[in-house]
């Protein structure tokens, strides 16, 4: 029999959408979504963190989740949080899982659009890979074998179907995602992949309008910004190191990543790691000013505010895509 309840449309209160950040990011990141687009999904986003904030309790009303793990840059602090996060979307009894880091703009109406798309009574794992191959590793089971797996990048959003994620319960709950990555030595959102691939023999599902930063996001055209879902930025003043080799210019913003964290040393070769998009240098070199010696990897978007009100451009996105809501500048109505 059909069970009216299951065949009606996604909405979005039957999304879970978790987002992972640190003490240290709850003013830098965490208000910037506040103010932007998690206005727009305010019962249905979690902040989970490692530590107490009785102000970010009270402005998200309840939403923050003290993870109580390490607040470090580390693989296991990741996927301890992970392994939180996907604890809480089990019980939460939503349709669909979708996790960001806090670095992220979500697309909040374009998001529900493309949920309704997928039947949550189904496998689905959706995302974008920033790799341009897919991930190889020892099989943890068996020696001397590899096995290679496409997966999706934390920092472009993932989205997991309740039915996919109800069969990754043995791999994935109460804290087993941890063990999971120190089995296959990989951040959480690689172990996640392996999980739904090696264990569950499912396959990512690329949704092109997913961005992180390891992405060239200024190659986005401004016009096609309402068709995105997920967006994001890397701000980080780094030095320029050399000026004779374009490709080490323009991977400099990640070459910067802590060592002891996620995507460099697991692989141990930088090389494998470049996304597609770093592959057009002369492009990324005509948005560098050399002479402020930094880099910075943004969106473009036509009119809004000023790089210096808005570094991260996120607030001139939000108003690009809702131009009446109130403080957007009047340029945005035209
Ligand atoms: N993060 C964390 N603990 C830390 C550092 C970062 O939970 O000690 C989170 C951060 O809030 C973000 C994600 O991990 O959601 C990725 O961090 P970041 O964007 O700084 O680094 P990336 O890996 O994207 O270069
Ligand atoms: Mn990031």
């Known amino acids: 029999s059909l069970d009216f309840s299951e065949s009606r449309p996604t909405e979005l209160s039957d999304i879970f959408i978790s987002v992972k950040t640190t003490k240290r990011y709850h003013k830098l990141r965490v208000e910037l979504l506040l103010s932007t687009w998690a206005r727009l999904a305010k019962d249905e986003t979690y902040f989970f963190t490692d530590t107490d904030d009785k102000e970010l309790e009270n402005k998200t ?9 390490s607040a470090v840059h580390s693989r296991m602090a990741l996927c301890c949080k992970m392994s939180v996060e996907y604890d809480y979307f089990i019980a939460s009894r939503k349709r ?3 996790h960001v880091d806090d670095d992220t703009y979500i697309n909040i109406p374009e998001l529900s659009r493309l949920l309704k798309k997928f039947n949550h009574t189904e496998d689905w794992y959706l995302g974008k890979p920033s790799l341009t191959h897919p991930l190889e590793i020892s099989d ?29 319960m043995p791999y994935t709950a109460g804290g087993r995602l941890q063990s999971v990555c120190a089995t296959v030595r990989l951040p959480d959102d690689c172990s996640i992949g392996f999980i739904i691939y090696n264990y569950l023999k ?10 992180s930063h390891l992405e060239g996001l200024w190659l986005l055209k401004p016009e096609n910004m309402d068709q995105q ?10 030095p320029i190191l050399g000026r004779s080799n374009v490709i080490h210019l323009s991977t400099g913003f990640e070459v910067e990543k802590d060592p002891t964290s996620t995507y460099l040393n697991f692989q141990g070769s930088m090389q494998r790691m470049l996304p597609l998009a770093i592959a057009s240098c002369q492009i990324t070199l005509s948005y560098n000013r050399p002479d402020s010696g930094k880099l910075k990897n943004i969106v473009h978007v036509s009119g ?18 809702f131009p009446y809501l109130e403080g957007c500048p009047r340029a945005a109505h035209t």
């Open 96 to 98: 669909w899982f979708c």
């Open 140 to 168: 943890p089971e068996h020696k001397g074998q590899k096995v290679a797996f496409w997966f999706a990048t934390g920092g472009a959003g993932m989205c997991i179907s309740r039915s996919l994620a109800l069969k990754m």
């Open 202 to 211: 499912k396959e990512l599902t690329v949704i092109s309008q997913f961005h």
């Open 304 to 321: 809004g505010f000023s790089e210096q009100d808005d570094p991260t451009r996120f607030r001139s996105i939000h108003c690009q895509l």
């Open 61 to 69: 009303r309840g939403h923050v989740i003290n993870t109580n793990c």
């Open 229 to 238: 879902i997920t967006l994001s930025y890397s701000v980080k003043q780094t």
